[in-house]
C-alpha cells in the first residue's frame, strides 16, 4: 500500500503561480507512475498530469506549457508546479499512485481568482 499526503493548495489570482506536493510512503519501490487529477465543481475528474517510474511525463492539452511535473526520489515526492494560472484552474488537485491498484491523495483545493 501507498500513502499520499498533498500540500500547496490555495488562494492565487490570474497569472500567479503555486506548487502542489505529494509526498509518498509505504511501498513507494511499487509505483509505476505518479500524477495528478483535478475536479471542478459540476465537472468530471480530469487528469493532469503523469510521470512514469522511467520519468516520462505527459500532460492534459489544457496545462501544457504552463504546469510542469517533477519528482524528488529522496524526499520520495512529486511536485507540480503551476504557473500561468487561469480562473478555469480552479479544482480540487488529487494526487495519485500506479502500483497494482491505484491510490489516491485527499485533495488540495486550488482556487484562481480573476
Known amino acids: 500500500q501507498v500513502q499520499l499526503a498533498e500540500s500547496g493548495g490555495g488562494l492565487v489570482q490570474a497569472g500567479g503561480s503555486l506548487r502542489l506536493s505529494c509526498a509518498a510512503s509505504?511501498?513507494?519501490?511499487?509505483?509505476?507512475?505518479m500524477g495528478w487529477y483535478r475536479q471542478a465543481a459540476g465537472k468530471q475528474r480530469e487528469l493532469v498530469a503523469l510521470?512514469?517510474?522511467?520519468?516520462?511525463?505527459d500532460y492534459a492539452d489544457s496545462v501544457k506549457g504552463r504546469f510542469t511535473i517533477s519528482r524528488d526520489f529522496v524526499k520520495n515526492t512529486v511536485y507540480l508546479q503551476m504557473a500561468s494560472l487561469k480562473p478555469e484552474d480552479t479544482a480540487v488537485y488529487y494526487c495519485y499512485a500506479n502500483l497494482q491498484s491505484t491510490y489516491w491523495g485527499q485533495g488540495t483545493q486550488v482556487t484562481v481568482s480573476s
Open positions: 509505504g511501498s513507494i519501490f511499487s509505483i509505476q507512475a
Open positions: 510521470i512514469t517510474r522511467g520519468g516520462s511525463t
